[in-house]
Structures are given as structure tokens and as C-alpha cells.
């Protein structure tokens, strides 16, 4: 059995489908009901004792230090690319620490702590069933492990969340081809999911880990953000 020993959180991105919130605030700070979202993923962790977490950072990342105050354990990575790069970048930024981690983006809401458990027995994706059409990536499973992952989505299946967890092992082969896909390659502008799942997918056996609809919220826009919190709504355009 495997053990998460440090969590890696997404939190470069300009946030452009939220504006004009993200105007003014980066998307993981975004309030909602009250409370920033990127705290309830931290909260998440560290109440599965998941204490060394690496935020990376870009789009007015000097908003971020107040996290490093507020939570021991916590050091921002700062991803210099993040304004002319895919999220690739952002995780090539933390490329060092993906041994033993969980990997996350920090504009989701969790509800359910216990989606972020350490212990784990393959690298693999958080996974929802759904029965309904769906534009999400969308992976096709064999005995829990994935054996075709659609960008496209499709009408059933387990729709990838962006929560994964990698094992020693498999966070030095993504390490390395990271390094081989960015660097080298200069293939940047994909999602970092696409190494993994696309560009090496016979180097990696990964598995998938249920959850159900409700235990965490992605919230991609300002519509999504406006229907949860009704403070949001006088940003939606008037027909």
C-alpha cells in the first residue's frame, strides 16, 4: 500500500472563464459562501494529515502568501509560464515533489475529506459515474484500472476529477517525462494529465478511485460560481 507524503495544488491559472471576479482575485481564492476554495482543499488535506503542500503559483501570485501564514507546511512554487503555457507548466514547475503525492486544483470545493485519503494502492484518478452525456474526460475502466481515457466525453462512464494520487515510482517516470515533453519536446500546451494519459500511456498502469456527485464541487465559470453563491448573480449578463 501506497501513502501520500506531500499534495501538489494547481493554482497558476488567469481564471478567464470567472471574470470579471478573477479580475481582481485569482480563481482559488475566490470566496464562495464565505469561505476561499482553495481552503477547503487544504483543510481537506491536512485533516488526512497531509501536512507538506506545494501550492504553484502565477497569476497575481503575491495574493498566495497569506497561505503560507495561515497554514504550516505550506511553500508556493512559483510557474513563470503560467500566462503562456498549459497547466503542463505548472506541474513542471513542482516536478520535484511528485513522489508519494496527491495532485489537485485548487478552484474545486471539497465536501467530503474523505476523497483525500492518503492510503492508496495504484497512481490513479478520483472517478464519478455518470450516466448522462457529458463533455468532461470521460475513462473507460477494467477491473478498476483505465484502459482508454476520452478527451471528448461521451454518454456514460467515470468522469476524471482533477485529484490523483502517484506513487514513488510512478512520480519519478512522470517526473522524467515531463522533463522530456516540456523541455525537450516543447509540447506546451497541453494538460499535464495528457503525459500520463496520452503521450506515455503503456508506461503507466493507473487505476481510478470512486467517489460520489457532491463530495467535491469544480466550479468553471462565472455562471457556476453565481449559482452557488447568490452574491455572484449582478456579474450575469442580462438577457
Known amino acids: 500500500m501506497n501513502q501520500v507524503k506531500r499534495a501538489i495544488i494547481m493554482a497558476a491559472g488567469i481564471g478567464r472563464r470567472m471574470?470579471?471576479?478573477t479580475l481582481e482575485t485569482p480563481k482559488p481564492l475566490v470566496r464562495v459562501n464565505g469561505v476561499r476554495m482553495i481552503d477547503t482543499v487544504i483543510q481537506g488535506l491536512r485533516?488526512?494529515?497531509?501536512?507538506?503542500?506545494?501550492i504553484v503559483v502565477g497569476y497575481k501570485k503575491e495574493m498566495f502568501h497569506i497561505l503560507e501564514k495561515e497554514y504550516p507546511g505550506v511553500v508556493l512554487v512559483e510557474n513563470t509560464d503560467y500566462n503562456r503555457c498549459n497547466n503542463i507548466s505548472s506541474l513542471y514547475a513542482a516536478r520535484n515533489y511528485i513522489e508519494d503525492a496527491i495532485i489537485l486544483d485548487g478552484d474545486q470545493i471539497i465536501h467530503n475529506n474523505a476523497i483525500l485519503c492518503p492510503e492508496f494502492e495504484y497512481?490513479?484518478?478520483?472517478?464519478?459515474w455518470t450516466e448522462h452525456k457529458t463533455e468532461e474526460w470521460l475513462l473507460t475502466v477494467?477491473?478498476?484500472?483505465?484502459?482508454?481515457?476520452?478527451?471528448?466525453g461521451g454518454d456514460r462512464g467515470w468522469?476524471?476529477?482533477?485529484i490523483s494520487r502517484w506513487s514513488r515510482e510512478d512520480g519519478r517516470k512522470l517526473k522524467r517525462h515531463l522533463e522530456i515533453e516540456?523541455?525537450?519536446?516543447?509540447?506546451?500546451?497541453?494538460?499535464?494529465?495528457d503525459v500520463a494519459l496520452f503521450c506515455y500511456p503503456k508506461e503507466y498502469q493507473l487505476g481510478i478511485y470512486?467517489?460520489?456527485?457532491g463530495?467535491?464541487?469544480e466550479v468553471d465559470n462565472i455562471y457556476e460560481l453565481a449559482a452557488l453563491d447568490k452574491s455572484y448573480q449582478i456579474f450575469i449578463p442580462k438577457d
Request: with cysteine; hydrophobic share 30%.
Open 142 to 152: 477494467r477491473n478498476n484500472i483505465i484502459t482508454h481515457c476520452s478527451r471528448d
Open 182 to 193: 516540456f523541455k525537450k519536446n516543447k509540447n506546451r500546451q497541453i494538460y499535464w494529465d
Open 210 to 213: 470512486k467517489m460520489q456527485w
Open 47 to 54: 485533516a488526512n494529515g497531509i501536512l507538506e503542500i506545494y
Open 215 to 217: 463530495d467535491v464541487t
Open 19 to 21: 471574470r470579471p471576479i
Open 159 to 162: 468522469q476524471l476529477f482533477s
Open 123 to 128: 497512481s490513479g484518478y478520483n472517478c464519478a
